[in-house]
Structure formats: structure tokens, C-alpha cells
């Protein structure tokens, strides 16, 4: 399961196709065809290896008579000048395959960097300057309705944690959380690990009470097996931190990479050998033997 900062967006977009021109409508205002399918195409988009070139993510918009709109999707933790040269060659390349318009649209974590990944590129040539549109999840406008929430979801859970601390958090909060309520696959959780990483505690805690009051079952396949997993992985951590506390009693200095390695096992049966050792020991690295 994709965890990065990263490969989230880049997940949002292969699951849900329609992320990607939804915003390229609502937040740059772009006429795309709104009746064609979007679907995820390949993202390598040369068509000679070894010179094959592989973007982060493809849609195209489909219609009766083939594609009729490209995006080229990346996503930027930073601004990397180097773009300035695979960018144009992605849309290049794409719009030559499938003889349609093309268009690059960059997901970026803050407004700092999607600024500076939005410098226009100077192709050479008079007046052919490729601008990037950068994208960040502030530029989205808050998703108060279910209804619009439950169509696409993923808009709902990138948008959320830019509005969870505004005047409409309580209505974003009920809407996203309905979300995640109804989904049954893996992105309920990737969803959930998304939020609970991004929101404040402030909304967080509003979360859980929205989810409280309505009296949400939590009974999708991905909440039952996420609940039953924080409580195993809250169980390990607590054997963890008892048997450091066990040595510190006995006057057992721990130094730092004990600790670590002690504090990352999740192996339950590993945890309960060290303790067995950790009662007889003198020296914290003895544990390990």
C-alpha cells in the first residue's frame, strides 16, 4: 500500500480517473469534454526502449471515436529544474500517440512549492513557453456535501484537511467521514491513514466526535481490520516500552540503538524472549545476543 507523500496523489488519481480533470476544471477553469470516460493509461510514454520515458501518472478522456483529452499527472515534493526538460517531452510524446491536446498537471504538497514548480518553461522556440499548472490541496474548495463527496471521494479527502480547521470543518468532516464510512477496498484505509497523518488534532478529535454522534458502525472490511490492527500495534508498543522500563528499573543504561530496535519489532514472540533475557542481563546489548 502506497504510504509516501508522494505516491498518495499519484494512488488518488489511478483509482479515481476523474480527480484529475475534475480539477482541472474546478480549480483552472478548463472547458474539457464532460461527457467522455476517463480512464488510467500507461505512464510510460515513449515508444522506443531504451529511450522509453515514464511519468508519474496518465489519463485520457475517452470518446466515441477515441481519446480526446491527455493529463499527464506528476507529483512534487520539491521543485526539481530537471523537469524543465522531461515535462515538455511527456506532453510531447502523448499528444504525438494518441493525436489529441494534452495537458501537465502537478500535485504539490504546499503553496511554496507548486509556486515554484509553476515557473514557465522556455522551450526555445518563439513563443512556445510550456507553464505548468501546479496544484496544491488549499486551491480546492471545501466539500460540504455528502452527495458530492460520495461521487469522488478522493476530491473529498485531498480537500479536507485544508478546510478541517475553517468555518465549514464541521460539514467537511461529516462529509469525508460519511466517505470512508462506504468504502470497502483498500482505499478506505489508505484514505483514513491520509487524513489522521494530515488533520489536526483539533480536527481530529472532531472527526471521532462527528463519528461518535452519528453513530457510524465502522463495518466495512477496511475499519474492522484497521481497528484491529491499531489495537495490536498499540499492544506491541506497550510490551516494548515495559521492557525498556523493566531494564531502566534494574539500572541498565539503554543506549539509543537498543532502544530503536527494541521500540520498531512488532514480533510479539521476539518482544517476549528479550523480556525473559532482560530479567537476568547486565548489559543492555546482551539483550540482542
Known amino acids: 500500500m502506497p504510504t509516501t507523500a508522494h505516491e498518495l496523489p499519484l494512488e488518488m488519481v489511478r483509482n479515481q480517473p476523474q480527480l484529475a480533470p475534475t480539477i482541472l476544471r474546478t480549480v483552472f477553469g478548463m472547458n474539457l469534454p464532460s461527457d467522455d470516460r476517463a480512464t488510467s493509461a500507461s505512464e510510460a510514454v515513449g515508444d522506443v526502449k531504451p529511450t522509453e520515458l515514464r511519468c508519474d501518472a496518465t489519463i485520457l478522456l475517452d470518446g466515441p471515436s477515441g481519446p480526446t483529452w491527455g493529463i499527464i499527472v506528476e507529483s512534487q515534493m520539491r521543485f526539481d529544474k530537471k523537469k524543465a526538460f522531461s515535462w515538455p517531452a511527456y506532453l510531447s510524446m502523448l499528444r504525438q500517440r494518441h493525436k489529441c491536446p494534452v495537458t501537465l498537471l502537478v500535485f504539490c504538497p504546499t503553496e511554496t512549492i507548486a509556486h515554484a514548480c509553476a515557473t514557465p518553461i522556455e522551450m526555445g522556440h518563439p513563443e512556445w513557453v510550456l507553464k505548468p499548472l501546479t496544484f496544491h490541496p488549499g486551491m480546492l474548495p471545501p466539500v460540504t456535501d455528502t452527495?458530492?463527496?460520495?461521487?469522488?471521494?478522493?476530491?473529498?479527502?485531498l480537500s479536507t484537511p485544508a478546510h478541517s480547521d475553517g468555518p465549514h470543518s464541521k460539514a467537511v468532516l461529516t462529509s469525508v467521514a460519511t466517505v470512508i464510512e462506504r468504502l470497502?477496498?483498500?482505499r478506505g484505509a489508505l484514505y483514513h491513514d491520509y487524513l489522521m497523518t494530515h488533520l489536526s488534532e483539533n480536527a481530529r478529535k472532531l472527526l471521532e466526535d462527528i463519528v461518535k454522534t452519528a453513530g457510524y458502525q465502522w463495518q466495512s472490511d477496511f475499519a474492522k481490520s484497521h481497528r484491529a490492527e491499531g489495537r495490536e500495534e498499540g499492544r506491541v508498543e506497550g510490551e516494548a516500552k515495559m521492557l525498556l522500563l523493566m531494564m531502566e528499573n534494574r539500572g541498565i543504561a539503554v543506549p539509543n540503538d537498543i532502544r530503536e530496535r527494541v521500540m520498531s519489532c512488532a514480533d510479539t514472540a521476539q518482544l517476549e524472549r528479550w523480556a525473559k533475557r532482560a530479567a537476568v542481563i547486565d548489559d543492555a546489548r546482551d539483550l540482542l545476543d
Open 147 to 157: 452527495d458530492q463527496a460520495v461521487q469522488i471521494p478522493e476530491l473529498a479527502v
Open 184 to 186: 470497502e477496498d483498500n
